[in-house]
Structure formats: structure tokens, C-alpha cells
């Protein structure tokens, strides 16, 4: 399974009823997200995995951003060349606002990104003030696998792709994802459960 820092699953405040709980029985110990849209689950679907991306990811994507702004910070000072009406120290300061205000935005896009899966779909959550969810039906896909980047071998993360039987729907991924061969592990194995639930 995947590593619990990254694998998190948030449970709603103590004595607040969880509006997204599935009403079966057998997964009356399941914990699905708390920010995850309502109705999204239904009273017969099971939550297999309710996992993060990698908290790796934001300050990767803002990495660019942070060294050049770190980069032109230095220089300012160096040079003693401020930008136009502000003086070198505030320069710079301006300069480091921005790139750390990147990553400050990308933490604010990955807090609430969800991977899920159940026992009929996979399912991905993102968006910030309107949650946009894509679902596919284990049944629909036809093929999956695992790479990683440079960086995710770095940090021991890796992507999970998966291909839909819809040959007009590009394939989907789970980017980031800690123990991705664990993940892909439950993946498949719940495919093959719900392939073989449909009688296929």
C-alpha cells in the first residue's frame, strides 16, 4: 500500500456525520475523503484506496519558478540594481514573493487533488473552488501500467497510467503517487474483481 504520508486519508471533524460514507455495511470502517463531492459515492460501492499525490509534487512544479526567482533575488543585490521605484532590499523581496507565492498557490491546488478507487471506478478529484471529477469504469479499462520520471525516481514516487477501452478518451494518470507498484498492485487487482463480477 502506499506510504501513509502521502496516502493519507482525511476523516471529518469528530461528531459530524461524513455526508460521502458509503451505507454498506461491509465498509462501515471505510474513511472516503472528506472534501470529495457529494453523492459521488453510492450506497453499493465499495472505497478500495483513497490516496494523495505526493506531497513532492507542488514544489516540483514550482521549482522552476523558486530558483529563478531565488536566481534574480541574488543579482539584485549583488549588482545593487533595484527594480524601478522600490530599493534593492525590497527588490528582492519582491522578486522571492513571487516564487515562493508559486508554490504557496501549487500547495493550494494539491490539497484538494484525491486518487480513488472503488470496487466499479476510478476515480480522480481536483479543483479548488468547483471540484472536477473523472471517473472510468473498471470495466472500461483496457490496460495500465507504471513509469517514473527522473524526479519521481528521486523521491520514490512514480505515475500510474491507465487506458480506457474508449479509443477517443486519452489515457488518464495518477501522478506522483508513493509505492506506485503497491498501488498498481490493488489496481489491477480490483479490475479483475469487477471483470469478473460483470462476468467478463
Not at 133 to 145: E, G, H, K, M, S
Not at 151 to 157: A, D, K, S, V
Amino acid at each position: 500500500m502506499a506510504d501513509k504520508s502521502d496516502s493519507m486519508v482525511i476523516a471529518p471533524p469528530k461528531g459530524t456525520a461524513n455526508p460521502f460514507a458509503t451505507a454498506d455495511p461491509q465498509a462501515a470502517d471505510v474513511v472516503v475523503p472528506w472534501t470529495v463531492p457529494g453523492g459521488l459515492v453510492d450506497g453499493g460501492e465499495l472505497v478500495i484506496l483513497a490516496i494523495k499525490p505526493s506531497m513532492w509534487r507542488p514544489f516540483f512544479e514550482s521549482a522552476a519558478c523558486l530558483v529563478a526567482s531565488v536566481g534574480l533575488a541574488i543579482t539584485l543585490t549583488l549588482l545593487a540594481t533595484p527594480l524601478p521605484g522600490l530599493s534593492v532590499a525590497l527588490s528582492a523581496q519582491v522578486v522571492l514573493l513571487i516564487g515562493f507565492g508559486r508554490l504557496g498557490w501549487a500547495i493550494i491546488r494539491w490539497v484538494p487533488s484525491w486518487y480513488m478507487l472503488t470496487n466499479r471506478r476510478i476515480i480522480e478529484i481536483s479543483g479548488i473552488r468547483r471540484p472536477q471529477v473523472a471517473t472510468t469504469p473498471l470495466i472500461q479499462v483496457r490496460n495500465t501500467y507504471v513509469n517514473a520520471s527522473g524526479i519521481e525516481r528521486m523521491t520514490g514516487t512514480g505515475t500510474i497510467t491507465y487506458v480506457s477501452t474508449d479509443p477517443q478518451r486519452e489515457p488518464r494518470h495518477w501522478q506522483m503517487i508513493a509505492s506506485p507498484i503497491e498501488v498498481h498492485a490493488e489496481i489491477r487487482r480490483a479490475i479483475e474483481n469487477a471483470i469478473d463480477a460483470a462476468g467478463g
